[in-house]
């Protein structure tokens, strides 16, 4: 089993990384090419389409930043994690939970996004 916490922290680094081209590698390193993505608001599959729907996320909440909720968990190929979106020093707007299966190589194959509460 790849280690839960790594897993998520790689994970909202994606999500947190506002410079284009370096939020591009990150997805190559977090997600294998035919990834998806998938929750209540959004989708995306393949790098291109999760880098296109990070970027729209940002354009949405410029300047708000996701962080780890607790523990990740995760057994088998699953990871289980819970984090908030908010501005830097202010309550979150948001908070969620993400269930993630990976592949053999520890790269994320599908996520699925559940919005746990919506200020």
Same mark, same amino acid.
């Given at each position: 089993?790849? !280690? %839960?916490?790594?897993i998520?922290?790689?994970? &909202?680094?994606v999500? !947190?990384?506002r410079d284009?081209?370096?939020? +591009?590698? &990150?997805?190559? +390193? $977090?997600?294998?090419?035919?990834a998806?993505? &998938?929750?209540?608001?959004? +989708?995306?599959? @393949?790098?291109d389409?999760v880098?296109a729907?990070?970027? @729209? $996320?940002?354009?949405?909440? %410029?300047?708000? +930043?996701?962080?780890?909720?607790?523990?990740?968990?995760?057994h !088998?190929?699953?990871?289980r994690?819970s984090w908030t979106l908010?501005?830097?020093?202010?309550d979150?707007v948001?908070?969620?939970?993400?269930?993630?299966?990976?592949q053999p190589?520890?790269? &994320?194959?599908?996520?699925?996004?559940?919005? !746990?509460?919506?200020?």
């Amino acid at each position: 089993m790849h !280690n %839960p916490a790594h897993i998520a922290e790689q994970y &909202l680094a994606v999500w !947190n990384e506002r410079d284009a081209s370096s939020r +591009r590698a &990150l997805v190559a +390193r $977090a997600f294998g090419l035919e990834a998806s993505y &998938l929750d209540p608001m959004m +989708r995306g599959s @393949g790098h291109d389409g999760v880098d296109a729907m990070i970027a @729209g $996320a940002q354009q949405q909440f %410029p300047g708000y +930043r996701f962080a780890l909720d607790g523990t990740p968990d995760g057994h !088998n190929d699953v990871v289980r994690f819970s984090w908030t979106l908010g501005l830097p020093g202010a309550d979150p707007v948001a908070h969620g939970t993400d269930v993630a299966e990976l592949q053999p190589d520890g790269r &994320l194959c599908r996520v699925t996004g559940f919005l !746990n509460s919506v200020v």
